[in-house]
């Protein structure tokens, strides 16, 4: 059984300080959600590109969507999850099979199994918090 993920806070500051391309998994324009207001923040505050993936591919703030992280162009920089946590294993295996840098499971989503994977693929990882918490801490 392996250790339960702690956060770790130089992981948080960088990825929240360094200019980057956030797939946002879970982002619609579904005003009751709260993926649109998170990745606005991310976008008008914090300056990082935002690839909106949902299940539907919408465009979401004038940027591009996809339905699946293996169609976005380029490299990807942090995978954002906003799904729960029994989707976010294979939210997580596909942030590993496309060479993502890093996975950010939001707030309540947590999976142990699927953190574990990412930090033995290489992967940083942060669970179970929101860059809005965290940013205002640094």
């Excluded at 702690?6 to 619609?28: Q, Y």
């Excluded at 990082?48 to 339905?67: A, D, K």
Aim: with cysteine; proline share 6%.
């Amino acid at each position: 059984m392996n250790a339960k993920h702690v956060n770790d806070p130089e992981v948080i500051r960088r990825l929240l300080t360094t200019p980057a391309r956030w797939a946002v998994v879970g982002l619609t324009n579904n005003p009751r959600r709260v993926a649109p207001s998170i990745a606005r923040y991310l976008k008008e505050q914090l300056g990082m590109q935002i690839l909106p993936v949902s299940l539907s591919g919408e465009t979401v703030m004038g940027e591009t969507g996809f339905e699946r992280l293996d169609q976005i162009p380029g490299h990807i920089d942090v995978v954002d999850c906003f799904v729960n946590s029994a989707k976010a294993g294979d939210i997580v295996d596909q942030a590993i099979e496309v060479g993502a840098s890093a996975v950010w499971l939001q707030l309540g989503v947590v999976d142990e199994a699927a953190a574990q994977r990412a930090k033995d693929a290489g992967l940083e990882v942060v669970m179970d918090t929101c860059p809005k918490i965290e940013y205002p801490l640094l």
